[in-house]
């Protein structure tokens, strides 16, 4: 079955220092991979999505994130911090049952400081 | 597209009320999520349908649980009788296989039951 694990519950930075949130993936095949943002009492909005296509994949805000196989990995970066990043971030891989569904890492919440 | 329309925002009742969560998805869309969120248990997904029709419900968590989709455009979440563990954000998503395999989110409905 396919998962996602965050493995950091929280993420401390400071503003204009780089951002990595990292999220690794359990798939047998070739997974659709997202990561989504949400803000305190917002809806989920999505930052980026990977498809098997480029595996350096460019998001909203200045986010990116790499698909790299051979580690089962794609975390989710940012060069430089605003105080307006600061929000929850989920990783997120799409189930193989041709249904769209969606399964969720438990989220790393993101802080940061002036 | 105004997007994925929850409502209402909020809602507060008494323990052993019946609550009705109301989402409208995006024109065209033809998979719809319900998810609920907690602190404990972070984002679950409760039931999806495609075409209206109902999926997969192995996330309700009981029979106080139901959900319908009368039509494309609209679907209901009802929890009857509530209770106070039911409080959460519920949150409902739409997605269509020709947008991409990512979801679209609601802004959610935060219920608490007292």
């Known amino acids: 079955a396919q998962s996602v694990t965050q493995l950091d519950s929280h993420v401390s930075v400071s503003e204009g220092t780089p951002v990595l949130l990292r999220c690794n993936y359990s798939s047998s095949y070739s997974p659709s991979l997202f990561w989504y943002v949400q803000h305190p009492n917002k809806g989920l909005q999505l930052l980026l999505k990977y498809t098997s296509a480029a595996t350096l994949v460019k998001g909203i805000n200045g986010f990116e994130a790499e698909f790299k196989k051979s580690e089962t990995s794609f975390h989710l970066t940012k060069p430089s911090a605003h105080m307006s990043d600061a929000a929850e971030y989920f990783c997120v891989v799409e189930m193989n049952t041709g249904f769209q569904k969606l399964v969720f890492g438990t989220g790393t919440r993101l802080l940061v400081s002036p | 597209d105004a997007g994925v329309i929850q409502s209402p925002r909020h809602e507060v009742t008494e323990m052993g009320q019946e609550v009705t969560l109301r989402c409208k998805p995006i024109s065209g869309h033809d998979y719809l999520f319900w998810y609920r969120q907690t602190m404990m248990r972070g984002l679950e997904l409760l039931i999806y349908f495609n075409n209206n029709v109902p999926i997969d419900d192995s996330g309700m968590p009981e029979d106080r649980f139901s959900a319908k989709m009368p039509n494309a455009s609209f679907s209901t979440l009802k929890i009857q009788p509530s209770e106070p563990r039911d409080s959460a954000v519920y949150f409902c998503?739409?997605?269509?296989?020709?947008?991409?395999?990512?979801?679209?989110f609601g802004q959610g409905t935060r219920l608490t039951v007292v």
């Open positions: 998503a739409s997605s269509s296989p020709l947008g991409g395999p990512h979801a679209f």
